[in-house]
């Protein structure tokens, strides 16, 4: 995340260099997890040195549960409770 104090001047070569480095720094971490959210985990890719060994991938759904799970808790309707009896 980049943040620029208010008194710093926007310039187009100040912001070429805010480009430059999401695109170098940020964007591959981007990129990582936007596959790990679509269940194409780094372990599908892994190549046995020993084509005898076995090479067993699996592969979880664990990053769209975790994104699913907070997005329905910050963004979702809160759960209320209630009951005929006092």
């Known amino acids: 995340m980049i943040t620029l104090s208010s008194d710093i001047e926007l310039t187009p070569a100040l912001i070429k260099k805010i480009v430059d480095t999401h695109k170098t720094m940020e964007l591959p971490r981007l990129e990582k997890l936007h596959r790990y959210y679509e269940t194409k985990n780094d372990i599908l890719r892994r190549q ?16 769209s549960l975790i994104t699913h799970t907070l997005v329905g808790y910050f963004v979702g309707e809160p759960i209320t409770y209630t009951a005929d009896d006092e």
């Open 48 to 63: 046995m040195a020993d084509s005898t060994k076995p090479n067993n991938k699996i592969a979880n759904a664990y990053a």
